[in-house]
């Protein structure tokens, strides 16, 4: 009779413990940091700085500055603005592309400082983004507006960056 008993005190007592490390396994479980997602190794920046804007960033503002416009002559007032779904998705995809290219300024050690240029990276999406927003209302003063806040932005950053 005594086995029987010292055989049950032993297994209740691994049962208790059983389930106290299932317990402590599921708590540690809990703060492990996730795994991230293994894929394929980021890609290594190619263009410099002086390509992302002669290539992305001065053709895309170019598209936004030209896409709203009013013209007074002799002739009288023109007014130019996109008229159809394509030429209005065009001004979007321009603006679209002067937000990734702020992005893509600061990173892959493009960012000349962590202080103004990241700000003045962030000026730039931020009003790339007022334009887009703009496109998709199909808005064109507030197409223009976003015009005049990317020329203040480039301006800004120009002033202080620009070489050669």
Request: aromatic share 4%; charged share 20%.
């Amino acid at each position: 009779m005594k086995i029987v008993n010292w055989l049950f005190v032993v297994s209740v007592a691994l049962f208790i413990s059983g389930i106290g490390f299932i317990i402590v396994g599921a708590r540690e479980a809990k703060k492990a940091p996730v795994a991230e997602v293994s894929g394929p190794p980021p890609a290594a920046p190619v263009a410099s700085t002086k390509q992302i804007m002669r290539g992305i960033v001065g053709p895309s503002a170019n598209v936004v500055f030209e896409s709203v416009s009013t013209t007074v002559s002799k002739a009288g007032i023109e007014e130019k603005q996109p008229k159809t779904d394509e030429e209005w998705a065009a001004v979007g995809s321009s603006a679209a592309a002067l937000i990734e290219s702020a992005n893509l300024l600061t990173i892959g050690g493009r960012a000349i400082d962590k202080g103004e240029w990241m700000t003045m990276s962030k000026a730039m999406a931020d009003a790339g983004m007022t334009a887009l927003k703009a496109t998709e209302k199909k808005d064109p003063q507030g197409v223009l507006a976003a015009g005049e806040a990317i020329n203040t932005t480039c301006d800004n950053c120009h002033r202080k960056y620009q070489r050669g």
